[in-house]
Each structure stands twice: as structure tokens, then as C-alpha cells.
């Protein structure tokens, strides 16, 4: 199994104040094809502990507006999870440095 590491910026909105923090975001790529094929990307240190997407999906039906739009890898819910976003900029850094994007 094959397991690759990046560090982007994020912003976090507290669930209580909505003061945005930024913070350093772990991203690992799992290549283990038994889970799902091509792989997951999962976020090490967002607020719930799921934050993730699958390669093959962002591949066919979303990267570029990862890119252009940037990802809320977590809607947080007021009151109890923080709200956690991801620039484009720092997506197109994330997969750039997973060798999921060339642009």
C-alpha cells in the first residue's frame, strides 16, 4: 500500500464564533485499491476525522472546480463541528504534489 504526504494551508471556522483560523492541513493519499479504486485523499487533522474525497470521482466529475472554487472539505454544523476550507490555490498545490493534476 502506497501512502503519500502534503501540507496545505486551510481555514477553520469555529463552530461557535465563525472566527475564521487558518491552519496547516495534512493531506495523505492512500492508494490502497482495495478501498476504492484509484485511491482516497483524506485530511489527517480536519475537524471531524472524515474529511476526504475519492480520486476517481474528483477525477471524472470535479478537480477543476476543486481548482477554481476551492473545497469545503467540511460544512462543520454550528454549535458542534468547525466548518473547514481548502483556496483553489492550495488545492491545486495538493494535487499537484500527489501527482493527481499536471495543469
Request: aromatic share 10%; charged share 30%; with cysteine.
Amino acid at each position: 500500500m502506497c501512502k503519500k504526504q502534503v501540507r496545505v494551508e486551510g481555514v477553520r471556522f469555529r463552530c461557535f464564533s465563525g472566527r475564521p483560523m487558518c491552519e496547516e492541513i495534512i493531506a495523505e493519499l492512500d492508494m490502497d485499491e482495495s478501498v476504492f479504486k484509484g485511491g482516497v485523499v483524506r485530511l489527517e487533522n480536519g475537524p471531524t476525522g472524515y474529511e476526504s474525497f475519492v480520486v476517481e470521482l474528483v477525477k471524472l466529475e470535479g478537480m477543476q472546480q476543486m481548482i477554481d472554487r476551492g473545497w469545503w472539505a467540511c460544512a462543520g454544523t454550528s454549535g458542534k463541528w468547525d466548518s473547514l476550507y481548502i483556496s483553489g490555490l492550495q488545492m491545486k498545490k495538493m494535487l499537484k504534489e500527489l501527482g493527481l493534476y499536471d495543469g
